[in-house]
């Protein structure tokens, strides 16, 4: 029995010590910080309020092992993760749309290192999509690979619930708190006046100076940062904000982006093409004017629009749907109208009202 017991607790304690050495985040940050220049800011400060809340869509792509086993996570955690994630975005006037959640079979894709074979995800990345990427195994819990970036990476099984909103928000153009550019032995400061000689909160660490200097030590259970230290420049302790959910720490205490961090994701969705491309218009007509006609006979696609989506609205025009083709429509409200014809043989229509944008 003693021995059983010995055997077990070690491998309790083996897996324990094992999961806690997996790097939380393996996003690249890059040697050049991502900024706009003053004029691009100033630009897109005059569009920042016009589309609001700006709806980002979603694909989520689950890998399982080539016979279909281990999948790397339920639908129904995937989905919790993203509602946490929803959550955490709302109040920063961005939300999202899940366009949907298909399962790939691809041992190799399933365990996935992603510092080396970032490539193989590109057959599967949905153009027009914000992707996720779903794995039974990754060298650390994510990685969003670049800042910004279009598609990030989870580990199914070493994830936590904050993980999906921190990838996501290096996808919209967020730095770690603990950020070190260039030379990674200059720290920012804790001082926010900018009168004071140790002042670089607009230089050094994330380049936001509403997010506390952060030494990234510990936080502990009651979400109290224990990690202690004291800038270089004035010697003055640390006192990083321990819900941000771009800070390591104790992930149980990360549920919150601060309003320059919200101000930053939303420039780079109005500021960045790419990303801008991962936005879905407010109302949207298909097709956008009278006597036209779309025609879907095979190839899987989706029609968004954030608030409106009209299907074959205008005089004489027509919206069909046949053979194998696979076609999603979501929006918060969708309207077929007279010309919209579905007949799929082999194919689908799936019609899905969002409820992750308010
Ligand atoms: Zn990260």
Redesign the pocket.
């Given at each position: 029995m003693k021995k059983i017991l010995i055997l077990f607790s070690f491998l309790i304690f083996g897996s324990l010590s094992l999961k806690a050495q997996k790097v939380?985040?393996?996003?690249r940050a890059g040697n050049i910080p991502y900024m706009f220049s003053k004029e691009k800011q100033d630009s897109i400060n005059t569009i920042l309020a016009i589309n609001s809340p700006y709806c980002i869509r979603a694909y989520i792509t689950v890998f399982a092992d080539d016979n279909g086993s281990n999948r790397a996570d339920t639908d129904a955690n995937i989905l919790a993760n993203f509602q946490f994630m929803v959550n955490s975005f709302q109040t920063h006037s961005i939300c999202f749309m899940l366009i949907n959640i298909r399962q790939i079979n691809n041992t190799d894709l399933n365990n996935h290192d992603s510092d080396t074979e970032e490539a193989e995800l590109n057959p599967f990345r949905i153009t027009d999509c914000l992707n996720i990427f779903i794995h039974r195994s990754l060298p650390g819990n994510?990685?969003?690979y670049a800042i910004p970036n279009t598609y990030c990476s989870l580990d199914g099984v070493s994830y936590n619930i904050a993980t999906m909103g921190?990838?996501v928000?290096?996808c919209l153009g967020l730095?770690?708190t603990f950020q070190k550019f260039g030379n990674p032995s200059v720290q920012e400061n804790v001082t926010r006046n900018s009168g004071n000689a140790c002042y670089n909160c607009t230089t050094q660490g994330d380049l936001l100076c509403d997010t506390p200097a952060d030494n990234d030590g510990g936080v502990n259970g009651s979400c109290v940062y224990t990690g202690g230290g004291t800038d270089p420049c004035n010697g003055s302790s640390f006192a990083p904000m321990t819900s941000n959910m771009?800070a390591y720490g104790n992930f149980l205490c990360r549920n919150a982006f601060t309003t320059g961090q919200g101000s930053r994701m939303r420039s780079t969705i109005v500021g960045n093409a790419t990303i801008n491309d991962l936005a879905t218009n407010d109302i949207v007509y298909r097709p956008s004017s009278s006597n036209s006609t779309i025609t879907w006979t095979i190839n899987e696609g989706f029609e968004t629009a954030r608030d409106e989506l009209y299907i074959s609205n205008y005089v004489n025009d027509a919206y069909n749907v046949s053979g194998s083709a696979v076609r999603r429509f979501v929006s918060k409200k969708v309207y077929l109208r007279p010309g919209t014809h579905f007949y799929p043989t082999t194919g689908r229509v799936h019609i899905k009202t969002n409820p992750y944008c308010n």
């Open positions: 939380e985040c393996t996003t994510g990685t969003a921190h990838e928000g290096h730095y770690h771009m």
